[in-house]
């Protein structure tokens, strides 16, 4: 590792600090350094608060260092007036001589735009250290910016033989594939997205809460693709506790604050036209965990970028058939008596 990947390092390693309070922004963390030494730190806490660079330029205990400093961010410096000024401006006005960035803002109000103004006020800039890092740092706002979609994890869980669930089910109750440390496991994600996606049927299947109970933190919006209108009146989903959006082929029912149903046209691609749809709410990640049909209308349209799959201990012997995907995991993890596989669309 060089010095400017250490430092780089560093600006990830703060900008961490923000994880679950800086949406719709990403995470940036900045350091200014001067002589070898670290004279200045800070990371973008909350959206609407100062950004990374400006929180490292305050904390500079003597700012007549900062015109001989170099001063590294995660993420390219901002160039636009959104809830705060430029960082590009402010670096420009503390006349810091060196800027070394992490990797480009795919935000279409900066986009390149900071590093030119930095180099047109005559800054020596370098792009692209530690870049794959930076990125994977912020992939939901990357791809939300990039895809115009948010970024989609899929989640099921399998038995030994590949079942993904039985075939018919005596009670209104899930069929549990894994162990209760997985399980626990399902909830911290949750809380890590912003939004979960399920079926129709999953809902009468299994009425489940989709929200974050065995986890401290935000519970994610719930989304259900509600074909025919079979939700059950007084299914969990519909109980306003928290923001549940439904789509279906016809408007039977009227939104309340809580709740909202939309229309989208079933003939044609309906996975694009979700993700459209969650763009269109600002929905910068969601987590599809079922059931095995959506979930593979997800994978045929290509729609998905990490696949997280449990494979239970037990063997049901028939059953609904798990999803198909025909690709290695980058990772394997024990979770007690649990496998889990972690797949990624891109490798
Ligand atoms: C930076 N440093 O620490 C962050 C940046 O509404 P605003 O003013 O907060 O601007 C939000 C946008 O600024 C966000 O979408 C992203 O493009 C960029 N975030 N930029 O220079 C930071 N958080
Ligand atoms: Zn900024």
Redesign the pocket.
């Known amino acids: 590792m060089n010095n400017h990947e250490y430092y780089i390092a560093r600006c990830i390693e703060l900008a961490k600090n923000g994880f679950g309070t800086?949406y719709?922004?990403?995470m940036?963390g900045s350091v200014i350094v001067y002589n070898g030494q670290i004279i200045g730190e800070g990371w973008?806490q909350k959206?609407?608060e100062p950004?990374?660079?400006v929180n490292a330029i305050r904390s500079v205990k003597d700012p007549s260092l900062l015109n001989k400093a170099t001063i590294y961010?995660s993420?390219?410096?901002?160039s636009h007036f959104?809830?705060?000024p430029p960082?590009c401006d402010l670096i420009i006005k503390n006349k810091i001589p060196n800027v070394v960035i992490g990797t480009v803002?795919s935000?279409i109000?900066?986009a390149g735009n900071?590093i030119k103004r930095l180099r047109e006020a005559g800054a020596n800039v370098i792009v692209g250290v530690l870049e794959k890092e930076c990125y994977e740092l912020n992939q939901r706002f990357f791809t939300f910016h990039e895809k115009k979609r948010p970024y989609i994890i899929l989640k099921w869980a399998e038995t030994q033989d590949g079942f993904i669930a039985p075939l018919t089910k005596k009670e209104q109750k899930p069929v549990w594939i894994t162990n209760s440390y997985s399980r626990q496991l399902v909830h911290k994600w949750r809380t890590e997205e912003q939004a979960i996606l399920v079926g129709t049927q999953t809902v009468i299947d299994d009425n489940p809460k989709l929200n974050a109970r065995d986890w401290e933190g935000n519970n994610p919006i719930r989304v259900v693709i509600d074909q025919n209108n079979r939700i059950p009146k007084n299914a969990h989903v519909l109980d306003n506790q928290t923001k549940t959006i439904v789509f279906s082929k016809n408007k039977t029912t009227v939104s309340s604050e809580n709740t909202i149903f939309e229309v989208i046209d079933f003939q044609e691609n309906i996975a694009q036209q979700i993700v459209e749809r969650l763009y269109q709410h600002q929905i910068q990640s969601v987590i599809i965990e079922g059931g095995a049909q959506i979930i593979q209308t997800f994978i045929d349209a290509a729609l998905w970028d990490e696949a997280r799959v449990f494979i239970g201990n037990s063997k049901f012997g028939t059953g609904i058939k798990a999803p198909v995907l025909n690709k290695t995991p980058s990772k394997k993890e024990k979770i007690g008596t649990d496998e889990l596989l972690i797949i990624s669309n891109y490798d």
């Open positions: 800086t719709p922004n990403p940036v973008h959206a609407g950004h990374a660079e961010v993420l390219e410096p901002c959104g809830k705060t960082c803002d935000n109000k900066v900071g």
